[in-house]
């Protein structure tokens, strides 16, 4: 089970200052359970991994077997921020880090993600891939409003219709949107798409474990119940009103750091299939957290890659830095490092070794160094890279970043910034109503 060790904070907190945070990550967690808190009508969450019905799993898995059954081996899932990142953090972990080029993998069904940005290489390379495979669509939009999903799925809706008629195209389209408002809901009734519906107590981020990922999860080909599993073990585990509770001691020291003037949270991992990860995380803390002036910056690095260009100024920067180091504590495969009887390259002591042990001991040593350089590290284990301990990790964070931003004293469940951008992209874009908008815009660009 996952595991959070604050020991690599010692030296930087005193005992009655972690105390005292303690008891506000537990009356932030009152507030999280008593559902009186700012945002409370979007606490949907709490309960998904006990709540979910076996019914959307297996129409999840009705979809992926009549895909199949028409030879589908390109599923294009369009979504952005919480209809995206959760989806593709639990494909990249969880696949082959090779799956596009190994041979055996040619005839399964790859997923793969559009509508996440209005790059045109990207798009019309996408549509270079489509050209060569049979292809499916899953359109996410909560709002069903969103510019970027809406205008990626305008292009594949036009192009599927175009190479396989329309009737077959919405055969091989399935919606994930609110159950009554927006453009995509609409649409979606009138094309007759097969849609899912988000609920509307759940917001964006936190909607991994919706049909937002447990639809995208099961196409490609993952365990979704044994990530139910472990989430439901650690929505239990954090249910408990306890010092001892993971996400309140998360939460209570990074607060205490952030305090002490540690702004920057950087979120480390040792495996690139984590790279994920720490994006999804970014949103989840990044949006519930960085408000009214006040919030822990989120950063992610992957190392060792990353201590090759941003451990200097980790190591020896300004000190405004925490860590959070995602361990992962045994490998899903095993290989050792060859012995080389001539030993030109020095290495023959690291013979016989696994590549995990050498990965561990850059891992320990780092910690070490980076405790030495000034940045406390909080570490959060789970035991290897698999649904159950991905299901374990999304509830964990989601938990004690409500908690957080509950001690910060913020409403983690709006996202009032983001808005500032989409006016101005809408008028300078010229859409209808934005008249005086483009107007005001246009005399500053001056
Ligand atoms: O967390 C959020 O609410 C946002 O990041 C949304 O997920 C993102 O903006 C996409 O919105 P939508 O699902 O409405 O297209």
């Known amino acids: ?22 008891e506000k990550a537990l009356a932030a967690f009152d507030v999280l359970e008593s559902e009186t808190g700012a945002g409370n009508d979007f606490l949907g969450w709490k309960h998904l991994p006990t709540n979910t019905p076996e019914s959307l799993i ?40 090779f799956a596009r080029q190994l041979a055996s993998a040619k005839d399964s069904m790859e997923v793969v993600f559009a509508g996440q940005n209005l790059s045109e290489e990207y798009i ?24 970027e999903p809406a205008v990626a799925f305008r292009q594949i809706k036009n192009y599927m219709e175009e190479k396989y008629g329309k009737a077959e195209a919405a055969e091989r389209i399935v919606a994930v949107t609110d159950a009554r408002k927006g453009a995509l809901k609409s649409l979606s009734t009138q094309e007759g798409y097969k849609t899912f519906v988000i609920e509307d107590n759940v917001g964006g981020r936190f909607s991994v474990l919706t049909p937002v990922g447990i639809l995208p999860i099961v196409l490609a080909g993952f365990d979704i119940r044994m990530m139910l599993k472990g989430a439901a073990e650690m929505e239990e585990t954090s249910a408990r009103r306890s010092a001892d509770n993971p996400a309140v001691q998360y939460a209570a020291m990074r607060n205490l750091l952030y305090d002490q003037g540690k702004k920057i949270e950087i979120l480390v991992s040792y495996n690139p299939k984590l790279q994920y990860l720490g994006e999804w995380w970014k949103q989840l803390y990044g949006e519930s957290e960085g408000k009214d002036g006040k919030g822990i910056f989120p950063a992610s690095v992957n190392f ?69 350089g000034g940045v406390p590290q909080l570490q959060v284990s789970v035991e290897r890279i698999n649904e159950y301990n991905l299901g374990a990790l999304f509830y964990f964070f989601e938990k004690a970043c ?13 996202q009032p910034g983001v808005e500032a951008y989409k006016k101005n992209m809408f008028a300078l874009l010229g859409k209808p109503g934005y008249e005086a908008q483009a107007e005001e815009l246009k005399k500053r660009l001056k």
């Open 124 to 147: 019309s390379e996408l549509m270079d891939l489509a050209k060569e495979r049979n292809i499916a669509a899953v359109v996410i939009s909560k709002s069903g409003t969103t510019t």
């Open 402 to 414: 409500g908690i957080s931003a509950y001690i910060l004293g913020v409403n983690p469940f709006n």
């Open 58 to 97: 297996t129409d999840c898995e009705a979809i992926r077997d009549a895909w199949k059954a028409k030879g589908v081996n390109l599923v294009i899932v369009i979504g952005i921020g919480g209809s995206y990142l959760g989806a593709k953090c639990a494909v990249e972990a969880l696949s082959h880090s």
């Open 304 to 372: 060792t890659t990353d201590l090759h260009s941003m451990g200097q100024y980790i190591q020896d920067g300004e000190r405004i830095l925490m860590e959070t180091v995602v361990s992962v504590e045994s490998s899903n495969r095993s290989m050792t490092i060859v012995n080389d009887p001539q030993n030109l390259d020095g290495l023959n002591f690291l013979s016989g070794k696994q590549f995990e042990h050498c990965n561990a001991m850059a891992e320990l040593g780092t910690r070490l160094a980076h405790m030495d």
């Open 1 to 22: 089970m996952l595991k959070v060790n604050l020991g690599g904070c010692s030296p930087f907190v005193k005992d009655a200052d972690y105390k005292k945070y303690v």
